[in-house]
């Protein structure tokens, strides 16, 4: 009769246990890799008018993606664009952009319809305050302010011009500051 326990000698059962472990290796270095190498995807959002939350047609849309550009071992020497992408909105304010996994990344957005004060990721106008209420995400909200009377329009065309150095040269969000920067080259 066989016997229901089999007893492997342990260099068999050495080799099964190394086995698991570098399968379970692999896939996390796989994920790491994913995630940290350009793992991609499309994000929705939507701009609204600050005051009334109604939806703002029109409005250009932008996104800078950069990573750091590796120099000798370990030590960063700036950085080299992944992708800019562009979009307008549609009738609902509704836009779609990329989105990356950002270990290594770094976005700047913009967001910019004549009338409205210019938006971006990083800094409010015109107090130039670092912007703390935003995440990059799907179902994402912006909210664009009317431009005020009392605001300085070489300001806030400053502010938008850097809101987007890396833009496209014609593009959507070009094409949306050119009295911006009409307004800047006069002077």
Same mark, same amino acid.
């Given at each position: ?8 000698p ?7 246990e ?43 849309v ?12 370990g ?10 992408? +562009? ?9 779609? %952009?990329? &989105?990356?996994?950002?270990?290594? @990344?770094? $976005? ?21 305050? +670092? ?7 799907n179902?994402? %909200?912006? &909210?664009?302010?009317?431009?005020? @009377?009392? $605001?300085s ?35």
């Amino acid at each position: 009769m066989l016997s229901a326990n089999v007893s492997y000698p342990k260099r068999y059962v050495s080799m099964k246990e190394n086995a698991k472990k570098i399968r379970l290796t692999i896939c996390i270095l796989v994920c790491f890799l994913n995630m940290a190498c350009g793992a991609r995807w499309m994000v929705k959002g939507q701009v609204v008018e600050a005051q009334t939350s109604y939806p703002i047609e029109g409005a250009a849309v932008y996104i800078y993606w950069s990573k750091p550009d590796w120099g000798p071992p370990g030590l960063a020497s700036g950085r080299v664009k992944v992708e800019v992408a +562009e979009d307008l909105t549609d009738i609902n304010g509704e836009f779609s %952009i990329p &989105k990356y996994w950002t270990w290594f @990344k770094h $976005y700047q957005m913009a967001v910019y319809k004549k009338g409205y004060v210019c938006w971006n990721n990083e800094d409010i106008f015109p107090s130039l305050e +670092e912007r703390r209420d935003f995440k990059l995400k799907n179902g994402m %909200i912006v &909210k664009l302010e009317r431009f005020k @009377k009392e $605001y300085s329009k070489e300001k806030h065309a400053r502010f938008t011009r850097g809101s987007a150095i890396h833009r496209p040269k014609p593009g959507i969000f070009q094409s949306a500051i050119r009295s911006e920067l009409d307004l800047l080259f006069e002077n």
